[in-house]
């Protein structure tokens, strides 16, 4: 008995963990900006992808250095998917501010570009694209410093965009006809793959009867870790303070002087970020496809909504709580509770993975019956808060 | 203003009446075009495919009803699509001859279940699942309407939820092998109201019950849109709170249009369902329900016929481009999304109604239509001044 409620607890607080892990940068951005990013789940991916390049690199040196290279895809990983949110974030989502749908249908839309892009990347692909930037952004830039580009702009885009596209295409068809596979090789291609867990993180600590995977506890410290870095960052830093103010009232904030836009893209460069990071911590735990993120964020949007986004406590709850609710009603351990047959019975029909899902979501509504706004709601005195 | 001054309410009724009849005879016009002329320029598959289009249309119209009129963003018509199909599937797979050995659906037998469940047996009469595969999807929208609508959740967080509800059908759906056969979803079927449903002669007759199903879809959108309910509607979207302080409680009516949303997103399940000849939780993926919310958004939102040609346009041109270059399809889609959120707001028929009428003035040497007072926009004075100050804001 003991051990069982040992064992539902863990795996509950790990399945939280990892949620928690995912939804953090979710609901720092969404606080703030009112924006649910549906491609943070293809940000988590990144992370994943850049663990696996991290650790491919680190193979090839091979050596006592290997135990390590999971530190470096932290932060390789952190680093890939801020920059990517970045770009997201300055290229589309500032343009839509103030329309939180449209923002939720165009990042739908780089997921699925995202998606494609890490199944098709090759050398050629890559030379294409850096081609087309350099021709369409480098033409823009050198058209710029005439007197009459405003007026001009359009014309200038419109003849820049399809010469950029065919100058790339063709170049990058002529590259793949010359070298052949050597260079039209997807990198990754469609099939998932495989992270090697560094030695010390294979194995468990026993406790008993019952062992702790080393790869959950790490990942639970990197929660934690990731947790703690945020509380810290939001609440003694400079612009930690503008961000808190920015989420409270935005309209004050860009009165009193607080940059409102850079905070929206440091925001969610860093939110970004963080996916990188739980992309990396999911690496461990199984092998990464392009489809690695949709698995996970309805649940993290779920951890967002339940949570609330006043504090990021909200968001800690709201993990853990799913996270357990999940594990307990999954494995059916809430049936050995009872002794009525009919409730019984309805346990014993909920307790599979995907039955426990049903359950949590009709408690997560019947939860929004009594308190809409999450746990934790943010404050305030407008008529749509 | 000068027919109000001339012949008063009379005269704007009869203008009013003139334009509903021009509508009604366009509208008859392209149906019987679709009808009649469309089957004879189109090979057997296409027109397979046009059928399922149009019967795609049809949640289309419904999604429009929601997200262009009332702002309601959801993400998950795909269970109403899936509800509505499987209601009537399930009619279909209960077509057993008499003289068949088992009178259950073969996968029943496949996986042992000797009694037909109790949810089946109603379906076995085709008035009941044809009531039952609108009816269903509107109570379950409702219901979920009701419960998230009633505690004023709206926005990003309405739209998350339904996409969690799709995830939840999905699991579930996928999960019940015995009871409707999970994964592989329900196909096979034989006949329905008596006709062999792949004989050709019926799929025609389907399609052009496609057609007069959709025509009714929208006659009724264009009837709930058009007057006092459809201005409400308007209001909700674009100001919620002030619609709730002239006194409007907002849930009855949110609930009632998600509601009929979810009716027609069923119906045109059903009729997808027949012309494919296959349901399964496929069509409760994410994925599918997010693509219904982008043909509205190319059509052009709140347009009505926006949502109808939308439909159409986005899945011909997947079906030529998948069909093309099926690794590219979805940097295809995922720069539609982009570019039509982006570049594009009002969809195709916002952009004829706005660019294209003037564009056909300019063409027919007619000036330009002028929304402000037109003296002011003639003025070359004020036209210089507005200029200059426009100039003056961009160096500054």
Known sequence: MFASILDGIFNGLSIGSILLLAALGLAIVFGLMGVINMAHGELMMLGAYTTVVVQNAFKGIGGPLFELYIFFALIAAFLVAALVGLALERGVIRYLYGRPLETLLATWGVSLILQQFVRSVSWVMVFGLILFSLLFFGGQWLLKRRADFESVQKWIVAALLPLSIGISLAASTFLGQTYKLAVTKPWFGAQNQDVTAPSWLRGGIPIGNFQLPSTRLFIMILTIGCVVGVYWFLNCTKWGLRIRAVTQNRNMSACLGIPTRKVDAITFAIGSGLAGVAGCGLSLLGSVGPNTGQNYIVNTFMVVVVGGVGKLIGTVVGAMAIGIADYVIGTGILGNLTNNPALKEVFAFFATTSMAKVMVFALIILFLQFRPAGLFPQKGRTVDA | ???????????????????????????????????????????????????????????????????????????????????????????????????????????????????????????????????????????????????????????????????????????????????????????????????????????????????????????????????????????????????????????????????????????????????????????????????????????????????????????????????????????????????????????????????GVEWFRNLTGRSKQLSTYPSLEEDPEAQYERKNIDDRKSDG
């Open chain 2, 1 to 355: 203003m000068t027919v109000q001054a001339a012949g008063g309410r009379q005269g704007v009724d009869w203008l009013r009446r003139r334009s509903l009849l021009m509508e009604v005879g366009i509208v008859a016009l392209v149906a019987l075009f679709l009808m009649f002329i469309v089957p004879l320029l189109l090979s057997g598959f296409r027109l397979n495919l046009m059928g399922r289009f149009l019967a795609l249309a049809i949640a289309a119209l419904g999604i429009d009803l929601i997200w262009g009129f009332t702002g309601l963003l959801s993400l998950g018509h795909g269970v109403f699509f899936a509800l509505g199909g499987y209601a009537l599937a399930m009619h279909m797979k209960l077509q057993i001859p008499a003289t068949a050995s088992s009178q259950l659906p073969e996968f029943m037998d496949l996986y042992g279940v000797t009694e037909l469940p109790w949810f089946w047996r109603p379906f076995d009469s085709f008035p009941f699942a044809a009531i039952a595969l609108m009816l269903i999807p509107g109570l379950m929208a409702g219901l979920l309407g009701y419960l998230v609508f009633r505690s004023r959740i709206r926005g990003v967080y309405f739209s998350i939820l339904t996409q969690a509800m799709t995830i939840i059908f999905f699991n579930f759906f996928n999960g019940q092998q015995k009871l409707i056969n999970g994964t592989n979803g329900l196909t096979g079927f034989k006949t329905i109201l008596g006709a062999t449903v792949s004989d050709a002669g019926t799929q025609r007759s389907i399609y052009l019950a496609t057609i007069l199903l959709l025509v009714a879809a929208y006659a009724v959108c264009r009837w709930l849109t058009s007057g006092r309910f459809g201005r409400l509607l308007m209001a909700l979207r674009d100001d919620e709170s002030r619609a709730r302080f002239t006194g409007y409680n907002p849930t009855g009516f949110k609930v009632l249009v998600f509601a009929v949303s979810g009716a027609l997103a069923g119906l045109a399940g059903a009729m997808f369902t027949l012309q494919s000849g296959i349901i399964s939780p496929k069509a409760m993926d994410i994925a599918f329900s997010i693509e219904m919310v982008i043909w509205v958004a190319v059509g052009g939102r709140a347009t009505l016929v926006g949502a109808v040609l939308g439909a159409l346009v986005v899945n011909f041109g997947k079906s030529l481009l998948s069909e093309k270059f099926p690794d590219f399809w979805l940097f295809f889609l995922g720069g539609l999304f982009l570019g039509v959120v982006m570049f594009l707001p009002d969809g195709i028929v916002g952009l004829i109604r706005t660019q």
